[in-house]
């Protein structure tokens, strides 16, 4: 049992191996960026507990860590929920409570997501109860099941939400929108736990993950799943092609963890500095009473429209 001070007063844990031996409950983390998640958290002595929606992607992620995990002497759990319910997210948090009874929740990554939505002049309700349900409300449920017993637990701990580089700049689609609340929702989080658990943001330019596909997952309520039509399948193969590789998010996470870093800008190699510029252009057009503009990317042109 772990003792002492747990406050995070630099919003960081200056030695992060204080979080080992805890749980790493991440959403999304069958795929992508939550997986990366899982293995960074493994490889720092984390148990991580998987949460997803895809109960197939969920049962090979438990068996992609497996190795690493025995290696490292921690357990991988997998729980399948999906995030845009509350009381799904309720159960879950009982069941996390019940399989491992006393061990810490150290670190709570509220990933899950979906690259959904079209246009806020196009939308359906179905469209923006889907997008906001699993981007805003999803974060909002992972926060009230979880927090409030991290900040009672005897033990360090950190949440990370996973917004986007659309979160920063001038919002662009329902899934800006969704984004720009995600961040909206963790500085209030950090407001309310500040000094007791870290807060951090990770807002990532494109990362090679299954992001474009995601209305594969939209649930019967939403109006079902969608398929995506081979133009999204070649933008999705450029994602794989030419994203950064998700373990980089990962890594960018716990070294904010460890420094106290809130808006995790994750930048790509390739295009080094345009979430910063996004969000200075922003930030600029407020201030200087310009209009809202998204400055160009060739990067994120190549991804979009690029002929493959
Ligand atoms: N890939 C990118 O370029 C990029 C860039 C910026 C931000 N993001 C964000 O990163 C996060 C992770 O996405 P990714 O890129 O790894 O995509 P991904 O599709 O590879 O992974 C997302 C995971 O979330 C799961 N999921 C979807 N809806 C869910 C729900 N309702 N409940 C539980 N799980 C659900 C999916 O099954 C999938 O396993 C998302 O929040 C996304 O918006 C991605």
Same mark, same amino acid.
């Given at each position: 049992?772990m003792? @002492?001070?747990h406050n ?7 030695d992060p191996?204080? %979080? ?8 999304g ?5 939550g997986f ?7 490889a720092?002595g984390? /148990?991580?507990?998987?949460v =997803? ?5 969920l049962?090979?992620a438990?068996?992609?860590l497996?190795a690493?995990? *025995? ?5 991988v759990a @997998?729980?399948?929920? *999906?995030?845009?319910v509350?009381?799904? &997210?309720?159960?879950?948090a009982?069941?996390v409570?019940?399989r491992? +009874?006393?061990? +810490? ?14 246009? &806020?002049?196009?939308?359906? *309700?179905?469209d ?5 349900? &699993?981007n805003?409300?999803?974060?909002? /449920? ?7 017993g ?5 033990? +360090? ?8 580089q =659309?979160?920063?700049?001038a919002?662009q ?6 984004? /720009? ?23 990532p ?5 299954? $992001? ?6 939209r ?7 969608? *398929?995506t @039509?081979?133009q999204?399948?070649r933008?999705?193969d ?7 590789? +998700? ?5 960018? &996470?716990? =070294?904010?963890?460890?420094?106290g870093v809130?808006?995790? %800008?994750?930048e790509?190699?390739e =295009?080094? @500095?345009y979430?910063r %510029?996004e969000a ?5 057009? $407020?201030l200087?009473g310009?209009?809202?503009?998204r400055?160009r990317?060739?990067? $994120?042109a ?7």
């Amino acid at each position: 049992m772990m003792t @002492g001070n747990h406050n995070a007063t630099e919003n960081a844990h200056p030695d992060p191996t204080v %979080l080992a031996g805890g749980m790493a409950v991440i959403t999304g983390g069958a795929s992508g960026i939550g997986f990366a998640l899982a293995e960074a958290a493994v490889a720092r002595g984390l /148990h991580p507990a998987l949460v =997803d929606i895809e109960q197939e992607a969920l049962a090979t992620a438990e068996r992609r860590l497996q190795a690493a995990a *025995d290696a490292a002497g921690v357990e991988v759990a @997998g729980f399948r929920a *999906d995030v845009s319910v509350s009381a799904e &997210v309720d159960a879950l948090a009982e069941k996390v409570r019940e399989r491992f +009874p006393g061990r +810490p929740i150290s670190l709570l990554c509220c990933n899950a997501g979906v690259g959904a939505g079209g246009g &806020v002049t196009t939308a359906s *309700d179905a469209d923006w109860a889907f997008v906001l349900g &699993v981007n805003l409300l999803g974060v909002a /449920h992972c926060v009230r099941a979880f927090v409030p017993g991290m900040l009672r637990q005897d033990a +360090p701990g950190s949440v990370v939400a996973t917004s986007s580089q =659309d979160g920063l700049c001038a919002a662009q689609g329902v899934y800006g929108v969704s984004k /720009h609340a995600c961040v909206a929702l963790t500085e209030a989080l950090h407001g309310e736990v500040r000094d007791r658990l870290s807060v951090h943001v990770l807002c990532p330019n494109v990362v090679a993950t299954n $992001i474009v596909t995601s209305v594969r997952n939209r649930p019967e309520r939403f109006g079902g799943p969608v *398929d995506t @039509g081979e133009q999204a399948r070649r933008v999705q193969d450029r994602f794989k092609a030419l994203g950064m590789p +998700p373990a980089r998010c990962a890594k960018m &996470v716990f =070294d904010a963890i460890q420094t106290g870093v809130f808006y995790i %800008l994750a930048e790509a190699e390739e =295009d080094p @500095g345009y979430v910063r %510029l996004e969000a200075e252009t922003r930030m600029n057009a $407020i201030l200087n009473g310009t209009r809202p503009y998204r400055p160009r990317s060739e990067f $994120i042109a190549k991804v979009f429209t690029a002929p493959m």
